[in-house]
């Protein structure tokens, strides 16, 4: 009985946060903001291209995006992670010091660590551990707006919580004098599941995740018709993907006139949205934007965002969004091609989109060449600046000669009684070569595949 209030609670106050009338969160005044440390490693066995400080540059972003106050950051570096605190004993000791001197009551970790880490981490140093995996959780828990964006969301936590079931923090609660620790004002580590000083019942989440995974496969069967439906209309379907921040929304924006939230945040956009955009040359497409990916995000939770996963596989065509200008843009088109080897949509065609280039004083087209050539970026690539609306024309061309190839060529003489099919073809494929005589119109062009059937009858030998 108690257990499943406390479940319910939870999920109240993880889920269901108190929000105004435009969806902003409402924050209790009263609520301290948490004071974390960060830590961060190098692993030389890792070989991960990323620079440590540049990494704990993005942990502290995704820190200041969950309400954290960063109050300190350490790093080592280290030949392998070590198994009892993914630290080595002596850097424990001074992260501890460090702990003491600037009074934070959270440490956060760059790395994923195991579940005992966690707990031999947490004895040693008398306060919350998290990891960057939970971190990311809990912004996702509070940017998910639609029923399945939170569904999915609780399943991802009550999934990374299961193997990290234990009695959980209440001398830290007595500290902080908050009750339930679930609290919608920034106490980091999953808010909700599993936050409590009660001892959880392993079967009561199980039950709950098998709960959420029946309703997850329901608005899963309803969104499959709807793909079936709009599968046959042939509409070719463009999938934004990219690292988060590079500009997704922004160009979703830009290019179909929707009203996306796009925000100078990591994870702003996290339930994909759809919107027609009108290309060059009148083609119609449909324009997706999704969830965006970071380094050392377990590929498993961004399976979670199955909506979004589904848009991507389904997609004629990803234009790839790189913010140009960061610091970071190789690490984090690298991240991308990698993530997207992974969930295995890596053989689709992709249009790479160099974005924010307004904020590069004097480029020039060869220049930004140039620069992409140096990021090992593949050929196929746009620049635009996303907010100015600049070469979004070039953009849309290339659109239309990308989703040209995958088109199948037809060659038809089409009655004038079936001016509709015209019509459709000049909507939904691309038209090369038209003449009009006296039996119809000569038409030479290509077309979806899933289109090519109707224009069968009327096709020249
Ligand atoms: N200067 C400049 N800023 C841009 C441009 N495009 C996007 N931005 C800014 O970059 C930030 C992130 O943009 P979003 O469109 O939210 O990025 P996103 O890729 O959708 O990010 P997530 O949904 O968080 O993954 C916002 O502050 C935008 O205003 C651009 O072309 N130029
Ligand atoms: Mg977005």
């Known amino acids: 009985m108690r257990m499943v209030r406390m479940l319910e609670r939870s999920k109240e106050t993880a889920i269901n946060e108190i929000r105004t009338h435009d969806g902003k969160r409402l924050h209790p ?44 950051r350490i790093f080592q570096r280290l030949p392998e992670p070590q198994p009892k605190f993914f630290i080595g004993p002596g850097k424990v000791k001074e992260v501890a010091a460090l702990r003491e001197q600037t009074q934070a009551d959270l440490i956060v970790f ?9 707990r031999n981490l947490e004895e040693e140093l008398q306060t919350q551990v998290i990891d960057r995996t939970a971190l990311i959780l809990d912004i996702f828990a509070r940017h998910a707006r639609t029923h399945e964006g939170r569904l999915q969301v609780e399943l991802a936590q009550y999934q990374y919580l299961l193997p990290r079931l234990r009695r959980q923090w209440t001398h830290l609660e007595r500290q902080t004098g908050t009750s339930g620790g679930t609290s919608a004002g920034g106490m980091v580590g999953l808010r909700g599941p599993g936050e409590t000083q009660l001892e ?40 934004l993907v990219g690292y988060t921040n590079a500009g997704k929304s922004t160009l979703l924006n830009a290019m179909t006139g929707a009203d996306v939230l796009a925000e100078d945040k990591l994870f702003a956009t996290l339930d994909p949205t759809t919107r027609q955009v009108l290309l060059p040359g009148n083609t119609v497409a449909l324009m997706t934007d999704t969830v965006g990916f970071i380094q050392k995000l377990p590929p498993q939770l961004i399976a979670a965002f ?19 200008t960061h610091r970071n843009a190789q690490e984090h088109a690298q991240t991308v091609e990698q993530t997207l080897r992974e969930l295995k949509v890596d053989h689709k065609p992709i249009l790479t989109v160099l974005n924010k280039i307004d904020l590069l004083e004097g480029a020039t087209a060869e220049g930004i ?8 970026l593949p050929g196929d690539i746009v620049a635009v600046s996303a907010r100015r609306g600049w070469g979004l024309q070039t953009l849309g061309e290339r659109i239309v000669a990308t989703l040209a190839q995958r088109m199948v060529r037809v060659d ?41 059937p109707q224009f069968a009858r009327f096709a020249r030998a």
Request: charged content about 30%; hydrophobic content about 45%.
């Open 306 to 324: 199955r909506a979004t996963l589904e848009e991507i596989e389904e997609a004629d065509l990803l234009l790839h969004v790189v913010d140009v």
């Open 200 to 239: 959880i019942d392993r079967r009561l989440i199980e039950r709950r995740i098998a709960w959420l995974k029946e309703q997850l496969a329901d608005v899963h069967r309803h969104r499959e018709l709807y793909r079936q439906r709009r599968r046959q209309t042939g509409v070719p379907i463009i999938a």
């Open 29 to 72: 005044t009263t609520m301290p903001r948490r004071r974390a440390l960060l830590v961060g490693t190098e692993i030389a066995s890792f070989r991960s291209p990323w620079p440590v400080e540049d990494s704990l540059d993005e942990l502290a972003l995704l820190a200041k995006t969950a309400d954290l106050e960063v109050v300190g």
């Open 110 to 118: 760059d790395d994923e660590l195991s579940p005992a880490q966690i």
């Open 412 to 452: 038809a003489l089409i009655p004038y009684q079936r001016n509709d099919l015209v019509a459709l073809w000049r909507q939904r494929g691309v038209i090369e070569f038209e003449e009009f005589s006296s039996d119809g119109a000569h038409i030479v062009g290509r077309l979806p595949p899933a289109l090519a």
């Open 369 to 376: 060449d140039q620069i992409a050539a140096e990021m090992g």
